[in-house]
């Protein structure tokens, strides 16, 4: 939850509602979230990254985990030719890596399902992944549809900033964004543009806040439903902008397997 100020906490149930297809839903779970958070950061390594956005890079990871808390914990995965984890889970920041090789193609659809993928493996229930990238997919691995439709049935927030000029895949970018609940942003190779970016979201994600509903939809058909939350702002506060996920698949009623069976 955010203005342009920043995060904004402090705010009571009375101010969010929710719509399920359009159809206004009765809050019945409100908490704020602070519990420690396990977060994946998936930073481009290949050709496209010129010098100066990898000069950038290199204080982004830092700049998010600045004030990390004893108990958050992340891994990173470097992609140029291939997706790798060069830092597995951990909880030390001193171990986010300072040096990007900016060799090969980008396999970034790749990258970000292993990243998501990786986060089965989480130590805490609050899960985000971070995406650094110039822009740009080799396509040999997955394709876009194939990324969305995993993501949006994973319990996990991906993020993105995409360094350089708006591309395709900075509409798949957004998209990642909007099903998942996280929040996508263009930025230039500024050094303190992108260093501000992370540590304003690393901000932001300290304090979130869970809001459940029981549908007022019944159905067991596995169809998608749309889920707009909405706020309404403290007087002589600025608006505020809501960062949730944009829907779910409900459950799917299973088929009754039935049998002929002829007599004698």
Not at 13 to 36: A, C, H, M, N, T
Not at 39 to 51: H, K, L, N, P, T
Not at 53 to 60: D, F, K, L, V
Request: glycine share 10%; proline share 5%.
């Amino acid at each position: 939850m955010t203005n342009k100020d920043g995060a904004v906490t402090g705010l009571a149930k009375d101010r969010f509602q929710v719509l399920e297809d359009g159809v206004e839903q009765k809050i019945s779970y409100f908490w704020v979230d602070s519990r420690p958070i396990s977060m994946g950061f998936v930073i481009d390594g290949s050709s496209a990254v010129d010098d100066l956005m990898n000069e950038a890079i290199r204080g982004a990871g830092p700049a998010f985990l600045k004030n990390k808390r004893p108990d958050d914990e992340y891994f990173v995965i470097i992609f140029s030719d291939s997706p790798t984890m060069v830092v597995t889970y951990t909880t030390d920041a001193k171990l986010m890596p300072r040096v990007f090789p900016q060799v090969g193609e980008e396999p970034l659809y790749d990258a970000i399902y292993n990243g998501i993928d990786a986060m089965k493996e989480a130590a805490n229930p609050r899960r985000m992944i971070l995406v650094i990238t110039a822009g740009g997919d080799n396509g040999k691995g997955q394709n876009q549809d194939q990324l969305i439709n995993y993501a949006v049935k994973q319990p996990v927030q991906v993020y993105s900033i995409q360094m350089g000029g708006g591309t395709e895949e900075a509409n798949v970018l957004d998209l990642m964004a909007s099903v998942t609940g996280g929040q996508s942003t263009l930025a230039g190779a500024s050094s303190f543009l992108l260093e501000k970016i992370c540590a304003d979201l690393a901000q932001a994600l300290k304090t979130q806040y869970l809001i459940g509903y029981k549908s007022t939809n019944t159905a067991k058909d596995g169809h998608r439903r749309g889920v707009k939350v909405k706020v309404s702002s403290p007087p002589g506060s600025p608006k505020l902008t809501v960062w949730t996920k944009s829907g779910y698949y409900s459950q799917k009623e299973p088929k009754i397997k039935t049998s002929t069976v002829t007599g004698k």
